[in-house]
């Protein structure tokens, strides 16, 4: 159970693609409508025939998959397959090291690498991304878009734009984060059980804030002793 737990977040990644590449499969017909007395009754369908028209099947444009693919090495998404393998081999390996004794560990892995590679290699990602961006971008878009990609400013925007995307994300989630702990705050009065869930307003989550010591004596070198008076 904890090992599909790990897995769902890498899976996540793919899901998009797969019901992007899954067929379209034709509507069942509902039940027959009956005949209503004064009613002319509809024609039924010829038989062989469907009620509803066939899906139009866009044939594949070698060029224009050929420019796809360009694109991709470009922008780099062409190592989305090796990323998604990677990052499901490290989830299998965290969990797993908590499972199997540490020296049966790299074994395992190895034969899970080599298991999972044959069932799901790298290339068939790309494959399956090709169509969806030939779904969404004419041929003149791609050259466009290989045409920026290829200029100094793209070159920058392919290798920056993770860690801006990244950094982003983090300051949404913290700012997001923020805000639902203070609406929670305000239910407090609604739902008192809030109050041992919630971390401190003035300190760190899980923490109480520890008082300040109080101030001590000036640390320093002793004054003199004042010099006695002169004698009379």
Request: aromatic residues 4%.
């Amino acid at each position: 159970m904890k090992l599909a737990i790990a897995l769902t977040a890498s899976a996540v990644l793919l899901s998009g693609l797969v019901l992007a590449q899954t067929a379209t499969k034709g509507t069942q017909q509902g039940p027959a409508a009956q005949h209503q007395p004064g009613v002319s009754a509809q024609p039924a369908t010829p038989p062989g025939k469907d009620a509803s028209p066939a899906p139009t099947v866009e044939k594949s444009d070698p060029a224009k998959d050929a420019a796809i693919r360009r694109l991709m090495d470009i922008t780099q998404t062409n190592k989305m397959g090796d990323n998604i393998v990677a990052a499901i081999g490290n989830q299998v390996q965290q969990v797993m090291s908590r499972a199997i004794q540490p020296e049966r560990l790299p074994k395992f892995m190895d034969a899970f690498h080599e298991k999972f590679t044959a069932s799901a290699p790298s290339g068939a990602v790309a494959d399956a991304v090709v169509p969806i961006y030939a779904r969404h971008f004419s041929t003149d878009d791609i050259q466009g878009l290989i045409q920026f990609y290829q200029s100094p400013l793209g070159q920058r925007v392919v290798k920056t734009m993770p860690q801006v995307t990244q950094e982003s994300e983090s300051a949404g989630i913290q700012l997001d984060q923020k805000a639902a702990i203070n609406v929670l705050r305000g239910m407090q009065d609604e739902y008192p059980e809030l109050k041992q869930m919630l971390p401190p307003e003035n300190g760190a989550p899980g923490t109480n804030p520890e008082p300040s010591p109080a101030p001590g004596p000036a640390l320093g070198p002793k004054p003199s002793p004042a010099p006695p008076p002169p004698q009379k």
